[in-house]
Nanobody, 119 residues
């Protein structure tokens, strides 16, 4: 069974930094597009950043310049370094990955990790 396990969330003061990690586990042939989404209370889930297996990245305007997404293909792990955090960044952050396995190519979601930024 494939799964994504996130870590690194927590409580931080405005202006601080956090690094989120997401590791894919199971019988994975390869990890393709990986990314991070977030959902704040009362709002829809939104894209934060994505990264292809080749390293091409895409960021939401709201985090561009403050966040960096990276990955380790050998470990099927994706990271999100967030700097200069703002209270508006408070949300549950979800990892998303397109994984190839015996079951084909499918999209998986992590369980979510809470990020809270205090003012």
């Amino acid at each position: 069974q494939l799964q994504l396990v996130e870590s690194g969330g927590g409580l931080v003061q405005a202006g601080g930094s956090l690094r989120l990690s997401c590791a894919a586990s199971g019988s994975i042939f390869s990890s393709n597009l990986m990314g991070w989404y977030r959902q704040a209370p009362g709002k829809q889930r939104e894209l934060v950043a994505t990264i292809t297996s080749g390293g091409s990245t895409n960021y939401a305007d709201s985090v561009k310049g403050r966040s960096t997404i990276s990955r380790d293909n050998a470990k099927n792990t994706v990271y999100l370094q967030m700097n200069s955090l703002e209270p508006e960044d408070t949300a549950v952050y979800y990892c998303n990955a397109l994984l190839s396995s015996f079951f084909g190519k499918n999209t998986y979601w992590g369980q979510g990790t809470q990020v809270t930024v205090s003012s």
